[in-house]
């Protein structure tokens, strides 16, 4: 597998590949990954990799080959290509020794990772399956930052080239598939592999959380939970904070954007920035807040559904998803029933949802209720990791090499 993002990284993509591929060591597999350093999502090196231009590591039963990149702390146009390359040239001209793969998995929208997949899989003549859980075209298009352009066009064209290449390809959800197609992708190619939740359910009693979070029982908590990018658009819950002093607001995490929140929320008593919790408390940390949100800018092509999602729904609490009406985070929020849909960038749709569901907190947990279902009905890891199981072992079948696809496109 060649994934960008790996343990120990616990948000984002990273739990979905670690996930898989431990899956696989498990089953006895000999399993290699090819990563980077961690760095997600505050998007600074974790300080045990520092110095570090290469490592290979035992996780998991999962042997995890790492090559050092650069880390942008601030994302503009060109840093992120500069991200991009850095990867691209150091796995490309230091690939990981391991005996010959069966197959190799790439973890997309890392562009570096998408094309030394498709690379390494065409050198063994073994089938390559790459695995879209969000495109870096589309988001580059819709970014907002310069450069955005031309690095949506530079993206895209990586994009083609690792998908021509693919035997099968998988996506996380069906609003994929339209962009996926239009990149050359025969649709008889495509298979739909959701991604599943990988938290567990709380465990501690929410007041008991609460307290120790130092949130008082009688004013209602609106959490956010994970990245701070600009795709998330998180100016609208300063704003929510600044237009209803009564609701607390808490950003827990790290991103990019972070300090330009800061910023925007100076002089907030009711908005409050935390550390991500650890994978341990995670799960109470979510439960403990009276709603969880999720937004995204009103520019934003929403064709990918958050990893928090899945994490949201297995808590019992409402959600309220502030992002465009058509995408795959609202058609995920209808199809559980666990959360309300506002319009993105909108602080008083906010607001006015959050206050429907402190007004009658027996609707509000009924609708919690219905996110811990979703998860045992369709998002389970055992579900999750079967599709992928399936995925890899039908590629394995066709005979088809990443050269023949390519050959094929």
Do not use: C
């Not at 039963?61 to 390359?85: I, K, S």
């Not at 790459?130 to 064209?157: K, T």
């Not at 995670?282 to 937004?295: C, G, N």
């Amino acid at each position: 597998m060649v994934s960008t993002n790996y343990a120990p990284e616990h948000t984002g993509i990273g739990p979905y590949a670690t996930g898989l591929a431990e899956h696989w060591a498990a089953r006895g597999v000999d399993t290699h990954v090819l990563a980077g350093m961690p760095h997600y999502p505050s998007w600074r090196l974790d300080p045990a990799y520092r110095g570090r231009w290469r490592t290979t590591e035992t996780r998991g039963g999962v042997t995890v080959h790492r090559r050092r990149h650069t880390v942008p702390a601030r994302q503009t146009a060109l840093r992120r290509a500069l991200f991009e390359a850095s990867l691209l040239a150091h796995q490309s001209v230091a690939p990981p020794r391991t005996p010959r793969p069966d197959a190799v998995v790439a973890q997309m929208p890392s562009l570096a990772g998408a094309v030394v997949a498709a690379r390494l899989a065409r050198r063994h003549r073994v089938p390559f399956v790459p695995v879209v859980q969000d495109l870096m075209g589309a988001a580059a298009e819709q970014s907002g930052i310069s450069g955005g352009d031309r690095a949506a066009a530079v993206a895209g064209r990586a994009e083609r080239y690792a998908l021509g290449r693919a035997t099968l390809v998988g996506i996380i959800h069906d609003s994929f598939r339209p962009r996926v197609e239009a990149m050359g992708v025969d649709p008889a190619r495509i298979r739909l592999v959701p991604n599943w939740s990988h938290v567990a359910r709380p465990s501690a009693a929410r007041e008991a959380t609460r307290a120790r979070l130092g949130w008082a029982p009688d004013r209602q908590v609106l959490l956010h939970a994970g990245n701070m990018g600009l795709k998330q658009g998180l100016e609208v819950l300063v704003d929510a904070a600044r237009l209803d002093p009564s609701v607390d607001v808490v950003l827990m995490g790290d991103g990019n954007q972070r300090t330009a929140l800061e910023e925007r929320a100076a002089g907030l008593p009711n908005l409050h920035f935390t550390p991500a919790a650890d994978e341990a408390d995670f799960p109470d940390v979510l439960a403990a807040a009276d709603v969880l949100v999720v937004t995204q800018r009103a520019s934003v092509l929403d064709m990918s559904v958050p990893s928090k999602l899945t994490s949201y729904f297995a808590t019992g609490r409402p959600v309220i998803a502030s992002v465009a009406d058509r995408g795959g985070t609202a058609d995920e929020v209808r199809r559980a029933g666990a959360g309300v849909l506002v319009p993105p960038e909108d602080p008083r749709a906010l607001l006015d949802a959050a206050r429907e569901l402190a007004a009658d907190p027996g609707a509000a947990e009924e609708i919690g209720a219905r996110g811990p279902v979703y998860v045992d009905e369709h998002l389970s890891s055992a579900a999750g990791l079967g599709r992928l199981d399936d995925l890899l072992a039908e590629a394995l079948d066709s005979g088809t090499t990443a050269h023949e696809g390519a050959a094929r496109s």
